[in-house]
């Protein structure tokens, strides 16, 4: 059963935006950090952004600051990423990544391992 549904990935242009979602039950989206991965062949899965859902605090990797944007929609037990001004080499898999955080910790973009659970993943192609 998959328990985190992304959506939203496809092909654009270099200096183009696209926008991902990745839908939730309420029991997994109450007090956890939602967290976006990507992941080229070859390397090691990357943390894009992440947000609390208890605090709604997001933070994001250092390379993507300013061009992506992590919100969470509480109603609808559903996190967002917003990428504008996307470039060549933001061309990877995307995934959804969720973990419990019933203390309103910071999230952590470091590990993946720390993430329990995981999207099917959506691609995000962008085209120089």
């Known amino acids: 059963q998959v328990q985190l549904v992304e959506s939203g990935g496809g092909s654009v242009q270099a200096g183009g935006s696209l926008g991902l979602s990745c839908a939730t039950s309420?029991?997994?989206?109450?007090?956890?950090?939602m967290a976006w991965f990507r992941q080229v062949p070859g390397k090691e899965r990357e943390g894009v952004a992440a947000?609390?859902?208890?605090?709604?605090?997001?933070i994001y990797a250092e390379s993507e600051a300013g061009r992506f944007t992590i919100s969470a929609d509480n109603a609808k037990n559903t996190v967002y990423l917003q990428m504008n001004n996307l470039k060549f080499e933001d061309t990877a898999m995307y995934y959804c990544?969720?973990?419990?955080?019933?203390?309103?910790?910071?999230?952590?973009?470091?590990?993946?391992?720390?993430?329990?659970?995981w999207g099917q993943g959506t691609q995000v192609t962008v085209s120089s």
């Open positions: 990544a969720s973990t419990r955080n019933p203390y309103g910790s910071s999230c952590d973009l470091g590990r993946a391992r720390a993430y329990a659970l």
């Open positions: 309420a029991l997994i989206y109450a007090s956890s950090c």
């Open positions: 947000i609390d859902t208890g605090g709604n605090r997001p």
